[in-house]
């Protein structure tokens, strides 16, 4: 499984971005999917998950109301729409992927939870 985080890039607090997340995989659907990010200096960390089918959602509370998690299915890609960025969004954003049954709508906020990372992308918002 690879996977192939792009999107990122230098904006003003209060501003948009859309990352895109794109698995070359069989069976795109039978992975659970989540965001991760990793700021200067500091450990990684959740920011959200996405169940297989894309049911269910499930946010860091420091990101919640402001970011949404998406998935097609039929494009292999996983989205992250981050909204009213703040200059603490900023981090190098992780794609990550983990298999699961076909009746599973699990979905993982730990990092040791996931099998395959993407390599990131940088996000940096100004103040």
């Known amino acids: 499984v690879q996977l192939q985080a792009s999107g990122g890039g230098l904006l003003q607090a209060g501003g948009s971005l859309r990352l895109s997340c794109a698995a070359s995989?069989?069976?795109?659907?039978?992975?659970?999917m989540g965001w991760f990010r990793q700021a200067p200096g500091k450990e990684r960390e959740f920011v959200a998950a996405i169940s297989r089918s894309g049911g269910i959602t499930f946010y860091a509370e420091s990101v919640k109301g402001r970011f949404t998690i998406s998935r097609d299915n039929a494009e292999n890609t996983v989205y992250l729409q981050m909204n009213s960025l703040k200059p603490e969004d900023t981090a190098v954003y992780y794609c990550a992927a983990r298999p699961v049954g076909w009746l599973s709508e699990s979905y993982y906020s730990g990092i040791s939870e996931y099998n395959y990372w993407g390599q990131g992308t940088l996000v940096t918002v100004s103040s």
């Open positions: 995989v069989r069976s795109f659907s039978g992975y659970a």
